[in-house]
């Protein structure tokens, strides 16, 4: 099973932008991401972007069928169509990581408690100069 998970977090909220991404197949960690964003944004915006940054690298390995996990139960449940996109600037990151889980033969999307995605909270937290888990 290919598996991406991802998280993001703002510090403060709205500040400086973190993500993390982790690619695993078989439970094997093929390839992290742990990146600061430009510009000042919301952890929601954070969320979004590493999602879509998820969803790039997948598609850059050519992986075709994948289990998206996360612990933001707002972008899980924006994406997956359960609740409305209220904010005007989520809904091009929306937008965009709807049109990228479409090129994949097969996509779930589900939220996990954030114990079960500590490897990418502790990867988003690396980029703000945290040495725990934050987001």
Same mark, same amino acid.
């Given at each position: 099973?290919?598996?991406?998970?991802?998280?993001? *977090?703002?510090?403060?909220?709205?500040?400086? $932008? *973190?993500?993390?991404?982790?690619? !695993?197949?078989?439970?094997?960690?093929?390839?992290?991401?742990? $990146?600061?964003? =430009? *510009?000042? *944004?919301?952890?929601?915006?954070?969320?979004?972007?590493?999602?879509?940054?998820?969803?790039?690298?997948?598609?850059?390995?050519?992986?075709?069928?994948?289990?998206?996990?996360? =612990?933001?139960?707002?972008?899980?449940?924006?994406?997956?169509?359960?609740?409305?996109?209220?904010? =005007?600037? !989520?809904?091009? !990151?929306?937008?965009?990581?709807?049109? !990228?889980?479409?090129?994949?033969?097969?996509?779930?999307?589900?939220?996990?408690? #954030?114990?079960?995605?500590?490897?990418? =909270?502790?990867?988003?937290? $690396?980029?703000?100069?945290?040495?725990?888990? #934050?987001?």
């Amino acid at each position: 099973m290919k598996v991406i998970q991802f998280d993001g *977090g703002a510090v403060p909220n709205p500040g400086t $932008r *973190g993500i993390g991404v982790i690619l !695993l197949e078989d439970n094997h960690v093929l390839k992290e991401i742990s $990146r600061k964003l =430009d *510009g000042i *944004g919301t952890n929601n915006e954070a969320e979004y972007s590493a999602l879509i940054e998820g969803l790039k690298q997948a598609l850059a390995l050519g992986w075709t069928d994948i289990l998206v996990q996360g =612990d933001s139960k707002l972008v899980v449940n924006q994406v997956v169509g359960s609740w409305k996109v209220n904010k =005007d600037n !989520l809904k091009p !990151l929306n937008a965009e990581a709807k049109a !990228l889980l479409s090129k994949f033969q097969y996509a779930k999307v589900e939220w996990i408690p #954030r114990e079960q995605n500590a490897r990418a =909270d502790a990867a988003a937290s $690396r980029t703000l100069g945290f040495d725990e888990d #934050r987001f």
